[in-house]
């Protein structure tokens, strides 16, 4: 298993105190009901939601994910339809300089940069980050920014799909330091989290995964998808130096 502390050729790591900072903003924070006190200023473009707050001298921008929904009937676990209709939309689209990108995750983007400029002070440090879709989308959001000539210092990715094809995976690792979290029992990571593995190649992981084991209770943590669970990968990064 890796450390938080993963190094970049462009700069510093990002540090522990960021990451589970992170965390608790793309794994809960923004989920539905948006917490009022955790955000400075929301922003919704088409399904996609985006929160902005700075501390510590950092401003984070948080993509939010998409929720598992308690059916009525058998009051198991599901997928959204709506919210998870652009993660199925896997085609690949081109960009110019990241290559092959999910279309899905990259449809809102553009429309959610020009929105954002305005609002990010000359200067700003920023970390990006996301849970399940939402760290779909910050992987891109945060090469998109710093196309744009933003300081993105970090990525923090949450149970992440995989945005792009290598050639992405190869910037991001010349350009932005980040780290790409996967809940798995240690050991056994072919069982775990599902999501942190498709779409299958080409696309691939935004970074190398570093792996936590936070298992569900009780039957639970014999189903793969409950160890998506945005809860647990926050007692899972809290638990790692």
């Not at 700069?11 to 009022?36: E, S």
């Amino acid at each position: 298993m890796q450390n938080l502390s993963l190094q970049n050729k462009a700069r510093p790591a990002l540090d522990a105190a960021t990451v589970k900072a992170a965390a608790q903003l793309a794994c809960d924070d923004i989920y539905d009901p948006v917490n009022p006190h955790a955000f400075g200023k929301l922003y919704r473009v088409g399904e996609s939601v985006c929160g902005t707050t700075q501390f510590g001298g950092v401003l984070y921008v948080v993509m939010q994910g998409t929720e598992l929904e308690q059916g009525a009937d058998d009051g198991q676990l599901h997928f959204s339809l709506q919210g998870w209709a652009a993660d199925f939309d896997c085609s690949p689209l081109y960009h110019p300089q990241l290559g092959a990108v999910h279309s899905g995750f990259f449809q809102n983007l553009p429309a959610l940069v020009k929105q954002l400029m305005p609002d990010i002070a000359s200067g700003a440090r920023v970390v990006v980050t996301g849970h399940s879709k939402g760290a779909g989308e910050a992987a891109l959001l945060g090469a998109l920014l710093k196309l744009a000539g933003i300081d993105v210092i970090g990525l923090a990715l949450f149970a992440c799909p995989h945005p792009g094809y290598r050639r992405f995976a190869a910037w991001l690792g010349e350009n932005i330091p980040g780290v790409s979290l996967r809940n798995a029992p240690a050991g056994l990571e072919m069982f775990g989290d599902p999501v942190p593995l498709v779409p299958i190649d080409p696309y691939v992981a935004p970074y190398p995964l570093t792996y936590v084991d936070c298992a569900p209770e009780g039957f639970e943590r014999v189903m793969s998808v409950e160890w998506h669970s945005g809860a647990l990968y926050i007692r899972g990064v809290d638990a790692l130096d």
